[in-house]
């Protein structure tokens, strides 16, 4: 089964084509991804207009080139896949409305795909991880704890009740200067900050509930950066350590908890999974206390390759295979985008979450 997968829910213009083998394994032909970061840098964040635009005038060129480098033509294709939401309305709507032409054109199976979902099957297709496992999803648009029990089904353990991770580290590296994508910012500055210098309160640590809180962080580094202005590199480096250091505690804190519900639930004797997605999966601080954690819980610790994290079409193709190979229906031509889709449907909402247009 070979599956054209289209992603153009944030600032990344992707196309792929991924085979999926009647064994279940999955097989990447072909994967084109064109970041528009130089595009936003200078606002310090995504603009949805320019991204929309961006996506309108690469987005052809793009599929020629995944359907070229995978040696499959048009005519080959099983079903095309889109990303349908949750994203910028702006950019669903130039992916979902090109995949909606191709896949009429060619008389070709149209799937709309959530972009958790996304997320969520890439480690089947990298590492053929078995259900159930446990997902945690760190990005700029989304931080979630997701247990997937199978292909559309998935419960979601806990969620930000304010600000995505990924979100936190871009405005605290805005707060200090840094630029952006804040990310690496961050993490490169606080290679040189002094440990003890900075303390920070750790966010929903010992909450029962699994949610996740880093405004009131964010609040507390503006608080302290006020404080010691005007702010030398030293001091720049000893927030970005001291920032970094309380996030990766209430992730570990979290994280523990999971494990330890996943299995009181399931058991752990077959040593069950735990994957990580999304762009902030590539802190190297953040990684080495999950498989730290995972490791004395007598769990596997998975993390897809880093292209595979962040924004892709790749995944996109890969959920639509799996969701085919399950048997799931396909979705008609006036399938809508989506600016807000919970993975797990049946989830109440957290106060705070749900923002639109963010980036996952």
């Known amino acids: 089964m070979d599956i054209l997968g289209i992603e153009t829910s944030c600032d990344e213009t992707a196309a792929a084509v991924v085979r999926r083998h009647p064994d279940g394994s999955g097989e990447i032909l072909s994967d084109v991804v064109l970041s528009q970061l130089d595009l936003h840098a200078a606002f310090g964040g995504v603009v949805p207009e320019l991204a929309a635009r961006s996506h309108v005038t690469t987005l052809d060129r793009l599929v020629k080139q995944a359907l070229d480098e995978s040696a499959v033509n048009l005519a080959g294709i099983d079903a095309v896949a889109v990303t349908s939401g949750p994203g910028l309305i702006g950019g669903l ?8 032409a191709i896949a009429m054109a060619a008389d070709k199976p149209f799937v709309g795909i959530n972009h958790l979902e996304g997320h969520a099957l890439t480690a089947r297709l990298t590492d053929r991880v078995a259900f159930p496992y446990l997902l945690l999803l760190v990005s700029g648009g989304h931080t979630q704890i997701v247990l997937v029990k199978g292909v559309d089904d998935y419960e979601r353990w806990g969620t930000t009740i304010d600000d995505a991770l990924g979100e936190a580290f871009d405005k605290t590296a805005k707060l200090l200067g840094l630029g952006y994508p804040g990310g690496p910012a961050v993490e490169k500055a606080a290679l040189g900050g002094e440990a003890k210098r900075f303390r920070l309160p750790v966010p929903m ?8 809180s880093f405004s009131g962080l964010k609040t507390a580094v503006r608080q302290m950066a006020e404080e010691q202005a005007p702010l030398s590199q030293q001091t720049i480096a ?5 920032f970094q ?20 639930r399931f058991g752990n004797e077959s040593k069950p999974a ?3 997605a999304g762009g ?13 954690r995972t490791a004395k819980a007598g769990f596997r610790f998975v993390a897809p390759p880093l292209h595979l994290c962040t924004d892709n079409a790749a995944m996109i193709a890969w959920a639509a295979a799996e969701r085919l190979a399950a048997g799931l229906e396909t979705d008609e031509f006036n399938l809508a985008p989506r600016s807000r889709w919970p993975l797990d449907q049946a989830a109440a909402a957290a106060i705070g979450s749900g923002k639109r247009g963010a980036k996952a």
């Open 245 to 264: 250091t309380s996030v990766t505690a209430s992730l570990d804190d979290r994280i523990s908890m999971a494990l330890q519900r996943f299995s009181e």
């Open 93 to 100: 709507m130039v992916g979902l409305m090109t995949a909606k």
């Open 274 to 276: 735990l994957v990580v």
């Open 238 to 242: 000893d927030l970005c350590l001291a």
């Open 280 to 292: 902030v999966a590539a802190n190297k601080a953040i990684r080495a206390t999950l498989e730290a």
């Open 205 to 212: 640590r010992k909450d029962p509930r699994l949610d996740f």
